[in-house]
């Protein structure tokens, strides 16, 4: 397992691996439309021989290389859908999609994988187990990854472990971040309507007013995470929509607030859940008023194995030096749906650099200036290639 020799080899396709990336960014596609880029990925895995198949859970695509009957495989994953986000950098390769961009680096996970698969098929006979490739569509949105895992995407031949990347502005190209346990949270849909009793606004005794009854909802929701659990549980309770009323002098009989609760385990989510709901009838009720409250939980918690993530981290030390690998201290309450992998096999989530060194300039995902450095891509394919082989080789 030479780095030398898998830097070599990178080096030796890297021009075509950003040329595909650049058609997959001019052509960006929303979760569960993307089409193109299917067969975009399609052509280049029958350009290679690697056997897959198409539309699985929607435009997802399934490969394999080395024999579908070996004992176990290892799982890689990458995600392909953009984001409803106008492109406004100054590229030739820019978003040709009016108001759709890769604006999360899915195209940059793509051309990662794509590359590694590359690699990894020139070796194949090496192998001693399989490799199974995951191109999942829909993360943005309904969590294409279940999807492919109903399908039975960990099956035939049976994946042992699972690995996926995803780009990172917030450190320079050629740094990991690395996550030992609990990474991402889980994710719950969040709805309250508070009813009163609509009147004129000159006579507010004579209503029920939802506007204030709301308000108060809002600030004592707040109380979960300062008052009922301890400031070392990480948890969010975020209300991003609230839309009440119909005219500036009519008390408003009803308002409707949609939001977030976001946690790092199931009990803390299903605590916080019970809560905002006895705060909101509650809170309710002393005023006069009713609160419904509906919750439709998204995505699990996404826990990294310990042994999985501690070899990758080995591994990257051991390829870019221990001072480019840096350890995740605390876990982001953002979430993806890499979750679902992570929940039925053992497996790791990690990020890789995307800022240009010595650009003061900041970028954020989900932005329409988001410009990763395409260098980042060689960081991606060696961690990818390196830690499927290390891991082949600890399973076997």
Known sequence: MDPNRIRAAIDGIYDEIIALRRDIHMHPELSQQEERTMHVISDRLAALNIPHETNVAGYGVVATIGSPSAKYAIGIRADIDALPIQEENDVPYASKVPGVMHACGHDVHTAILLGAAQILKSMEAELPGAVKLFFQPAEETVGGAHGMIEHGCLKNPCVTRVMSLHVDPNY????????????????TELSITVNGTSCHGAHPEKGVDSIVVAAQVISALQSISSRFSAPTTPLIVTLGTIHGGTKENIIAGSVEMRGTIRALDFATRDFVKAKVKEIAQGTAAAFGATATVEMSDGYPPLVNDRATSQRLS???????????????????????????????????????????????????????????????????????????????????
């Open 172 to 187: 320079e190209t050629g740094k990991v971040l690395v996550c030992n346990g609990k990474m991402n949270a889980s994710t």
């Open 314 to 396: 080995e591994v990257a030390q051991a390829a870019l030096g221990a001072e480019n690998v840096v350890f995740m201290e605390e876990p982001s309450l953002g979430a993806d749906d890499f979750a679902y992998f992570t929940e039925a096999v053992p497996g790791t989530y990690f990020n890789i650099g995307t800022a240009t060194p010595g650009n003061p300039q900041p970028q954020m995902l989900h932005s329409e200036t988001f410009c990763p450095d395409e260098r980042c891509i060689k960081t991606g394919i060696l961690l990818e290639v390196l830690g499927t082989l290390a891991f082949l080789e600890d399973d076997k």
